[in-house]
């Protein structure tokens, strides 16, 4: 792992979330939660089931609006209605279940909801050549994956394409500055996750700040910069990757060591 | 990923006949089945079932179904729907004929009516789906009982006869030396239809929302104004074939086109669009009506009697879901034979179940002989 600077010393977060609680009912699914994100680092958040991971990014991808708190974007405070008004700022995520058309081919769920299209009399009609050129451009050049074939359905590619392919569809928005992935590798067998975190350091390198929740502390150390440790809807900590352990932040999951609670 | 390369090369240079032919599948499956109905008929009944005046007739009646044919693959495509079809032609037929015969409008304002009086009718059953959350296949069998009974109430029981020629060519004209105004209709739809579902966003959103409606909601598609759209196309070709359907018989009455939405759904359905969502093939669909209506005139040239069209239009939609649906299996380790798999616990329990029904009418067949008394005549 390179050696990682503190928060303090680094510039400005991309994303700076301050003071978000939420509640559903009567239900307290965040308090008082703070987060940020900066630009080239990867921020790895993790907690038991029930801690308020998706909770706390669903927020932050304007599927929730938060009960009370603030987001800031550059400083500039921000509103987030749905999740449109996230991506439109530059804020998407890769989901879980990965979003995907399994009848369509690669280029066309990664364009599915924003195609290219080209006019004829005035009719905006599909241009199919063009998406399947930019999907293999965006997978080879940003993201280093190369398909055997892009006439093929998605559902015949492997765990690892069907991702690559998810995560072009995030970043082909020019604008993107931050990307959550929720859970990438939990489906995936151990070469597949290698080829995710490969595809997450490439990201980093391209200065995107990445999101990343994960239950695999293995995981978590291999790619991360920063660990936020999540328990009952609170932060309890956030530390460095380069001087924690996996038995650190465990103990801070399940609540062992109460002094590790700096939030 | 080398590794991974050479191992999926592997897999396809050793793939099964099956997969080589799956992406054919669509086109291949209609059209052997329309092999062995012309075999069959060349054998059979080649005198009457080839004649010239013959192939007319069923391209004729082809035709009449193509244009719903194709807006069906949409909303099957989309996992829906739409049992309400027949009453559709059958309501905006009689509406065309109450605006042309009553009120004395000219012949081309009233087939523009039927096309957007269909089409508002699949804007209702669409927003009945959709707004009321009335699942598709209910809420379309409702509406089929809705329409047929506006029909009903308009026509009572008249049959509205002799109509101007517009109608009549729309239905069953020609073009001298070339093909059957309608077939030539139903051939534009298809091809329309084939353009709008692989270049648009009609198209695109219907395959990726039948394929997963979850996807399609979360990469921001508007899954319900789709679904819409796909009925409003399914109502306003179903207004166009009442058209058809009144030009070609130059009548029409409220019980008119009673079987159309089984018949157009067989067409699809055997055409390989699944109903399962997510696979359309507009070239299937086509090859589907043509099977479809081979197989219907093969049964009337053989004399049989016209009842059974139901039973086949039935029997053919089973077959040919079930046929789809094995052929598409992927994982055929671990079953050992057909024997094998019939004797599973669950099977036999099944089996016991049906020889007690069996068992069961057979003693009470015997009873009724048993304690028959004389008949008498049920007229």
């Known amino acids: 792992m390179n050696a990682v600077s503190a928060p303090e010393d680094l510039a400005v977060p991309v994303i700076r979330m301050r003071g978000i609680s939420k509640h559903f009912g009567g239900v307290t699914a965040l308090e008082n939660v703070d987060l940020d994100a900066y630009a080239g680092r990867v921020l790895a958040i993790v907690g038991d089931n029930g801690a308020g991971k998706s909770t706390l990014i669903k927020i932050l991808t304007g599927v929730h609006q938060p009960s009370s708190g603030t987001i800031t974007i550059d400083d500039e405070s921000l509103v987030l209605d749905n999740h449109s008004d996230a991506i439109a700022l530059g804020i998407d995520a890769v989901y879980q279940t990965l979003a995907l058309a399994d009848h369509l081919d690669p280029a066309a769920n990664m364009f599915l909801g924003s195609e290219l299209t080209r006019r ?38 492997s765990g690892g394409q069907r991702q690559a392919i998810a ?4 970043v082909y928005h020019s604008d993107l500055r931050v990307l959550v992935m929720d859970e990438p590798t939990a489906a995936l067998g151990p070469q597949e996750t290698a080829r995710t975190l490969k595809l997450i350091k490439v990201l980093r390198e391209e200065g995107l700040a990445i999101i990343l929740i994960s239950h695999s502390l293995d995981d978590v150390f291999e790619v991360a910069d920063q660990v936020q440790v999540m328990r009952r809807g609170r932060r309890v900590g956030v530390v460095n990757t380069a001087d924690s352990s996996s038995q650190e932040v465990l103990g801070m999951i399940v609540g062992a060591g109460a002094e590790g609670e700096t939030s | 990923m080398s590794t991974q390369e050479s191992t999926l090369a592997a897999v396809s240079a050793g793939r099964s006949w099956q997969e080589r032919l799956e992406p054919y599948l669509a086109i291949v499956g209609p059209l052997a089945m329309i092999a062995m109905i012309l075999a069959f008929m060349a054998v059979v009944e080649p005198a009457r079932y080839f004649r010239l005046s013959n192939l007319n007739i069923i391209l004729l009646e082809a035709a009449l179904y193509m244009p719903m044919a194709m807006a069906m693959t949409f909303v ?24 042309i015969k009553q009120y004395g409008f000219p012949a081309w304002v009233a087939v523009g009516m039927a096309l957007m009086i269909g089409g508002t009718f699949g804007l209702i059953n669409g927003l009945v789906i959709t707004r009321f959350k009335v699942p598709d296949l209910i809420g379309t069998l409702a509406m089929d009982l809705v329409y047929r009974g506006f029909a009903l109430v308009l026509a009572k029981g008249l049959v509205l006869a002799r109509f101007p020629d517009l109608i009549t060519d729309i239905g069953r004209g020609r073009i001298s030396g070339f093909l059957p105004i309608p077939v030539l209709i139903g051939l534009i739809t298809f091809i329309v239809g084939a353009i709008v579902l692989r270049k648009t966003w009609f198209g695109r959103y219907s395959i990726a929302i039948g394929s997963n409606p979850e996807s399609a909601e979360m990469t921001g598609i508007a899954v319900d104004r789709y679904k819409v759209y ?61 099977l479809l209506s081979l197989m219907i005139n093969a049964l009337v040239t053989l004399r049989i009697e016209f009842f059974w069209q139901s039973v086949a239009s039935g029997v053919v939609i089973i077959l040919s879901v079930g046929l789809y649906t094995w052929l598409q299996k992927k994982d055929r380790d671990g079953s050992k034979g057909v024997l094998a798999s019939l004797s599973t616990p669950d099977n036999r329990k099944l089996f016991k179940l049906a020889a007690v029904l069996i068992l069961g009418i057979v003693s009470l067949i015997v009873l009724g002989f048993v304690f028959a008394t004389t008949t008498t005549g049920s007229g």
């Open chain 1, 120 to 157: 004829f009399f005035g009719i905006p009609f599909l241009d199919n050549r063009k998406m399947r050129k930019e999907a293999e451009r965006v997978l080879d050049e940003r993201l280093g994956v190369k398909l055997r074939s892009m006439n093929v359905a998605a559902e015949s590619l």
């Open chain 1, 167 to 170: 995560i072009a569809r995030a």
């Open chain 2, 76 to 99: 099957i495509t989309q996992r829906g729907i739409d049992l309400s079809i027949g009453s559709v032609a059958a309501l905006t037929g009689i509406i065309m004929a109450f605006a």
């Open chain 2, 230 to 290: 796909a009925y409003v196309l399914m109502g306003a070709m179903a207004g166009l074939a009442g058209v058809m359907l009144t030009g070609k018989l130059n009548a029409i009455q409220a019980t008119s086109a009673p079987y159309f939405n089984l018949h157009v759904i067989a067409a699809v359905v055997v055409g390989g669009t699944s109903l399962f969502g997510g696979r359309a093939y507009m070239l299937g669909s086509l090859a589907g009506v043509l």
